[in-house]
């Protein structure tokens, strides 16, 4: 199985001067937690999640209109291409803690996403006829996506 045969194709995206307001927007009407920002060629160069524009205005005392993806967005961004195996999506998931990948296509433009939540639904119960995709590729990553490592402990005066 590709990563083409999976993935959302024609996703919403920003560009790093979009407003979070505007980004907010955009991940509303999408039905979506991630926008890839991409520059003047369509090739991401980060990504901007609900997450991280809840927390950007949760810590700043300014308006969402006020902030640009530039200022919260996740650099660099890591992607997959279409014509990767899921398996090698799977393991960039794992290895990266990140639950979405942009897609690219040979030339590095945006061609699609692919999500954690998607691949719970592609997937199929391994019931000795090695799946394509099974619910262990898939659950093994979400715990590994999960698997936060222990906080630094500061200890102050």
Request: charged share 25%.
């Amino acid at each position: 199985m590709r990563v083409q045969d999976v993935m959302k194709r024609s996703p919403k995206f920003c560009v790093a001067a979009t407003n979070l307001a505007s980004a907010a927007e955009l991940l509303w009407s999408g039905g979506c937690g991630a926008l890839p920002v991409v520059d003047s060629h369509q090739k991401p160069v980060g990504i901007i999640t609900d997450r991280d524009i809840c927390i950007a205005l949760g810590t700043r005392n300014c308006r969402p209109s006020q902030l640009v993806a530039d200022q919260v967005m996740a650099r660099p961004v890591v992607t997959t291409r279409s014509t990767d195996d899921i398996h090698r999506a799977l393991r960039i998931m794992r290895t990266r803690q990140v639950r979405r990948l942009p897609v690219v296509d040979a030339e590095g433009k945006l061609e699609g996403m692919v999500c954690l939540s998607d691949l719970i639904v592609d997937a199929r119960y391994n019931d000795g006829s090695k799946p394509e995709l099974s619910y262990e590729d898939v659950m093994g990553t979400l715990k590994a996506v999960n698997c936060h490592q222990s906080p630094i402990n500061i200890v102050g005066p």
